[in-house]
């Protein structure tokens, strides 16, 4: 239905540019109009999230591995080590939907049409769960009841004995801190943030990707094609920007090179991988970034702390008066370097939020500015 859609309405735009001006021109070899050819030009110079491999050995951290098997989920977890850049760029450009409203999930590439919608990638990926006609997964299920998750449920799983989730000054929760997450929860989230939900925000998990951890730990079964098509349709009609520091560059990224490029070469098109992905997950990996501090000995031992170096007493060699007007000064300019701060953070809270990304939950300036509003004599 909405590829009719779309070629109805370009059909009656050509129809009404008839007699008024020649097509324009573009290369009909690589793209399917003039418009996805600009838009090629748009997102040229955008980065891309890219996945990992995982490469453990039969006998490493054996939980993870036997639930990847379960799940089918080993052609997900075993992509090509490399991508080829312009076709996956290509991909992406083909697939923007240039009317809003339109949902045509597929693209176009060298002559071949790639479907990119559900059904597509559960066939590439080995069909990982197979559903009836109008049948939900666990997941999906749980997370559109009233009664959804239960978040003190998924802290105590998710998160080292006595962690919990990051709040709000209301209380409400929003995130795990990754300093806060066990060795499995990070794995899991490595692995998701990489391959399933791209994104390079790593160092925390907000709630509605803690809710998906959570249901792989208990089992819920989960349609990973579904949750993959979904954001390949999402990344596809992202609008461009500029970085705020280098208006020369993008801060936008494209996910899924590599399963792009696995997709578009099963249709026949040829590629040639060029750019690596990121490191594998190994067992080295999974020591050095997966594990809680405190196990990798990271703490510091009292006789490691050196000695403090002597220090006069500033309030004797000021005088006490002087020294209580020093430490209101004081006060003072860390409460308004607190505001500058969180004024900046605000700012970025609310550009990401405009790019359909909600990184934490952010107070306005006059809420923050009530919290840490300066005490009355």
């Not at 309030?315 to 003072?332: C, E, I, N, W």
């Amino acid at each position: 239905m909405a590829s009719k859609k779309l070629f109805a309405k370009r059909s009656k735009r050509d129809a009404a540019a008839e007699g008024t001006s020649a097509a324009p021109e573009f290369d009909s070899h690589h793209f399917r109009s003039a418009e996805h050819q600009q838009r090629f030009e748009a997102i040229k110079g955008w980065l891309f999230h890219r996945e990992r491999r995982v490469q453990l050995r039969d006998d490493e951290y054996t939980d993870f591995q036997e639930e990847i098997a379960r799940r089918h989920w080993t052609s997900l977890a075993t992509h090509m080590a490399k991508f080829d850049p312009e076709v996956v760029l290509e991909f992406y450009a083909n697939a923007w939907p240039p009317e809003e409203g339109v949902w045509d999930m597929r693209s176009w590439l060298r002559g071949q049409w790639i479907p990119f919608d559900v059904d597509a990638f559960s066939q590439f990926l080995g069909d990982p769960l197979v559903l009836e006609e109008g049948q939900e997964c666990e997941f999906g299920q749980r997370r559109n009841t009233a009664d959804g998750f239960d978040e003190e449920v998924i802290a105590q799983l998710l998160c080292t004995s006595g962690k919990d989730f990051a709040r709000t000054a209301a209380r409400r929760r929003v995130q795990i801190m990754r300093t806060s997450m066990t060795t499995l929860t990070q794995m899991w989230m490595t692995l998701l943030l990489s391959n399933v939900l791209p994104s390079d925000h790593n160092y925390d998990l907000p709630l509605p990707k803690c809710q998906l951890v959570y249901a792989i730990l208990t089992r819920m079964s989960a349609h990973v094609a579904q949750l993959i098509a979904d954001a390949i349709y999402l990344f596809a009609g992202m609008p461009p920007t500029r970085h705020p520091l280098d208006p020369d560059k993008s801060n936008r990224a494209l996910g899924f090179p590599a399963l792009i490029m696995g997709l578009c070469q099963s249709f026949g098109v040829p590629v040639t991988p060029s750019k690596v992905i990121r490191p594998s997950i190994t067992r080295a990996f999974i020591e050095k970034y997966c594990t809680p501090r405190q196990l990798q000995g990271d703490a510091p031992q009292a006789a490691d702390v050196p000695p403090q170096p002597h220090q006069a007493d500033p309030a004797r060699s000021l005088g006490m008066d002087r020294y209580l007007q020093h430490l209101v000064r004081q006060q003072a300019a860390n409460q308004r370097g607190q505001v500058q701060i969180h004024e900046c953070l605000y700012q970025l809270n609310l550009s990401q939020q405009g790019q359909g990304f909600v990184p934490f939950a952010c107070p306005t300036p006059d809420q923050f500015r009530v919290e840490v509003a300066w005490p009355e004599a």
